[in-house]
């Protein structure tokens, strides 16, 4: 099992940037591909980007193309998001996903993820 910590949530004017980190102990951490996927008021949770085991393979969604950025430190257990360029409609709760599965895949789905953290904040003002 892994255990999963959010960080760097807030409130940002529109245009500005956020850099999101997922801590994760428990586990060896390198053998889980991991997500980040949100959720705003009375909305399902939605997909925004995902990184494999390695690192090698990524995958956003459109709506955060070439604004958002994921990566990962697997010597240091976290998962980082890099958001740019933000919009008001990125105001969210952000959960970071751990799902133990195949080298260089990438998953999408939220029910692919058996252990989540428990979300940051993101406000982005207009």
């Known amino acids: 099992q892994v255990q999963l910590v959010e960080s760097g949530g807030g409130l940002v004017q529109a245009g500005g940037s956020l850099r999101l980190s997922c801590a994760a102990s428990?586990?060896?951490?390198?053998?889980?591909?991991m997500g980040w996927f949100r959720q705003a008021p009375e909305k399902e949770r939605e997909f925004v980007a995902a990184?494999?085991?390695?690192?090698?393979?990524?995958n956003y969604a459109d709506s955060v193309k070439g604004r958002f950025t994921v990566s990962r430190d697997n010597a240091k257990n976290t998962v980082y998001l890099q958001m740019s360029s933000l919009k008001p409609e990125d105001t969210a709760v952000y959960y970071c996903?751990?799902?133990?599965?195949?080298?260089?895949?990438?998953?999408?789905?939220?029910?692919?993820?058996?252990?989540w953290g428990q979300g940051t904040q993101v406000t982005v003002s207009s």
């Open positions: 990184i494999s085991r390695s690192g090698g393979s990524t």
């Open positions: 428990g586990r060896r951490f390198s053998n889980y591909n």
């Open positions: 996903g751990a799902a133990p599965g195949i080298p260089g895949s990438v998953y999408v789905r939220p029910n692919s993820y058996p252990y």
